[in-house]
């Protein structure tokens, strides 16, 4: 039986507005498909995984980002090397900027990033905040978002979607995410996966692809799921 590592990074202090659903989601349909799954939770100074075939981010209070933030940054080398060996990354809103080159705080103070993307954010006294979906190349995505750090999107780096409700990475320039290679950040809480089952699946092939095994996966039903989606963006909370 085919068993793949999904890591959870940080998943006491990253765990806000349910992101750790997205594991219980790519494991469960992993395992309703027959494939074996271990999850191990990585805490700061825990070594990652050498097997690891997605690594799970999400959000939390910026008193909990700046409690592991040196942590994160310590593994640069170590994620850096990871995304170019192309596995598949999913990082939610703190962990998403701590992917980034930095966080320049409302206050001018620099905070250093891993440089996994590139990616630059900055604090402001705007908080983007609601429910909204994005356009993708792998349909809708539906979320949550609650940030006041805008994110500016690099050359290096492509936008995860467009969202037409104006919000996203900045709140201007209409994208939200950013994208390189496997690696994939978001503000989409929710958890977002919950609610885009077609881009689990994506995640999900992209981690077989990587094994060079076959990315033809068992259809499922979706109906619950996107029934919540649709229930979801018609929500502005």
Known sequence: MTALTIVH????????YGDTGNVLVLRKRLEWRGFGVTVIGVHAGD???????????????DAAQGDIGHDFVGRSATLGVMADDGVVMLTI?????????????????HIAGS????????GSD??????????TDWGRLVGFENHSGLTELGSQVRPLGRTVSGRGNNGNDLTEGAVRDNVFGTYLHGPVLAKSPQFADELLRRALARRGLSTELEPLD???ALAAATVAIGRPR
């Open 93 to 109: 809103c703190g962990s998403y900027q701590l992917l980034g080159h930095e966080f320049l705080t409302k206050d001018g103070h």
């Open 222 to 224: 979706d109906r619950l």
């Open 115 to 122: 440089g996994v993307l590139d990616v630059i954010t900055r």
């Open 9 to 16: 990074l940080y998943p006491r202090e990253l765990n806000i």
């Open 126 to 135: 705007t908080r983007l905040i609601g429910n909204h979906y994005i356009d």
């Open 47 to 61: 070594p990652i995984p050498t097997d690891t075939d997605i690594l799970l981010g999400g959000g939390g209070q």
